[in-house]
């Protein structure tokens, strides 16, 4: 099943990428390379107050949008696209060279995130009571014209699924009980669709599950204020254990930075006859993971950021933006300490490769070590879960007219896809997570090549004539 699965993904995935890199472009160039001008006020905003109609503040949707993001795709995911490119390219070196088009694709894809930000302020539509239906779906209907409806509907359609069965459940829960089970060994219990349940997994998937409903319940606002609290922290504990981790091995840095860059064009496969091939799955590896980790072209973030207390679309990309950058750093970190501890390279798979990673960088015991990607993992996983609960509700409410028996029974559908997802095989999960991911792209990137006139001339009008002259002249 998973080779079945892994064939539709490769074919699947040729039309994502040329979209992603057209959009990408296309929007780097009419935007005149806004992710570079703008760096620096992006990474202001995206911790500033601001106030406007939506059920969040725009830090909180900020921090709802960066849970969903941040998740096992910058960890399990960077590790899977060096292992994909790897095996590929064998001896050659090619497997680090799926890190030099994951973060290439993620600088490109910067203004591909920012024009979702803005779309997502510009046709949303808040309800009366309250609640906010905004996203890819929004404006697709209200953007491209009610002709297109049933783009905006097959976006809803994907974009449900996706969360219920792909990228929102099981790849994190998977994540977390692979992370526990790396540390603790108990005796299988049963098996499931082939797959042997250890006692460990199964008591880990309960609890996981029990406190994601305890955290869905509550709705967008009981999320947004759980992911305020935990999502800086466990980004910015991450960040200095990598950090440690380049510090301690800094002589081995620049030759990974070697290994990344030969890899990505990979020469000796090239001389051998088959580096057209080795060097297309390095980028097809970099990009789906990329995909994964970044979420740019993907249409999920948007629908987290139209809950925003902000009405300006302009500042609203900015800040979109600027999530995205602290999530292209996590993954260039994480890639980078695999490939200097030489992780990829050692028959690993999954979780495996990073907990290698984490046991070889690390001045600690391997126990130490494993225990604080454990506790990373958790939070990445656990935030990431109850971030993509509510695309998934709030597509569902789009395709079901706000229905909230639907959504009940949706919210239950979720939970047990996370509970079970704690027990399958994890080649299975991400190839699915990967077909989902594409199916939900594909409307959204059309929707965003279609969009481009608009997005590009109203920035420029509103960057130029508004935060140039009125805003910096304040500061």
């Known amino acids: ?50 106030k406007g109609n939506g059920e969040v503040s725009s830090f909180g949707a900020l921090c709802i949008s960066l849970s969903a993001t941040i998740g096992t795709g910058n960890i399990i995911g960077v590790a899977s696209a060096l292992i994909i490119s790897s095996s590929i390219a064998g001896n050659s070196g090619g497997g680090p060279g799926a890190l030099f088009w994951m973060a290439l694709i993620s600088l490109i894809g910067l203004a591909t995130k920012y024009s979702e930000g803005f779309l997502a ?69 049963f098996n499931i669709f082939g797959s042997p349940v250890t006692s460990i ?5 309960i609890l996981i599950t029990f406190f994601a409903s305890l955290v869905l319940i509550g709705g967008v606002k009981s999320i947004s204020k759980v992911c305020e609290y935990i999502v800086p922290f466990m980004a910015v504990l991450y960040i200095l254990v990598c950090l440690l981790i380049l510090c301690i091995n800094i002589t081995a840095v620049p030759n990974a930075f070697k290994e990344i860059v030969v890899g990505a064009f990979n020469p000796a496969s090239i001389a051998g006859g088959v580096g057209g091939y080795t060097i297309y799955r390095a980028v097809t590896a970099g990009v789906q993971k990329g995909i994964f980790a970044n979420e740019a072209g993907l249409g999920s973030t948007p629908i987290a950021l139209a809950e925003s207390q902000i009405d300006d679309p ?145 920035t420029i009008d509103i960057e130029y004539n508004k935060i140039n002259v009125n805003e910096e002249e304040k500061e």
Do not use: H
């Open 1 to 50: 099943m998973n080779e079945v699965l892994l064939k539709i993904s490769s074919y699947i995935y040729i039309p994502i990428i040329i979209l992603i890199i057209i959009t990408g472009f296309l929007y780097t160039f009419k935007l005149r390379g806004i992710q570079f001008r703008r760096i620096g006020k992006a990474l202001k905003l995206m911790i500033s107050k601001t």
């Open 121 to 189: 302020i510009k046709y949303r539509r808040i309800l009366d009571n309250g609640e906010v239906i905004g996203g890819p779906f929004a404006y697709i209907e209200y953007g491209m014209g009610a002709k297109f409806k049933f783009l905006a509907k097959l976006f809803a359609l994907f974009g449900a699924v996706a969360c219920a069965i792909g990228i929102g459940t099981m790849t994190q829960s998977n994540g977390i009980t692979s992370a526990f089970t790396n540390i603790f060994e108990t005796e299988v219990i």
């Open 201 to 205: 997994q199964l008591v880990i998937g």
């Open 314 to 458: 302009v500042k609203e990309g900015l800040i979109s933006m600027g999530g995205m950058i602290v999530t292209i750093i996590i993954c260039v970190m994480t890639g980078l300490i695999i490939v200097l501890t030489g992780a990829y390279n050692q028959g690993l798979n999954g979780l495996n490769i990073s907990n290698y990673a984490f046991q070889t960088g690390l001045p600690f015991p391997p126990i130490i070590s494993s225990i604080i990607l454990l506790f990373c993992i958790t939070f990445f996983a656990f935030t990431t879960i109850i971030g993509w609960n509510l695309y998934g509700a709030k597509c569902l409410a789009y395709l079901t007219n706000n229905n909230k028996i639907a959504e009940k029974i949706y919210l239950a559908i979720f939970l047990i896809a996370v509970l079970f997802g704690s027990f399958l095989k994890v080649e299975i999960i991400w190839s699915l997570a990967d077909i989902c991911n594409a199916l939900m792209a594909i409307p959204n990137l059309i929707a965003l090549i279609f969009l481009n006139k608009q997005v590009s001339k109203e």
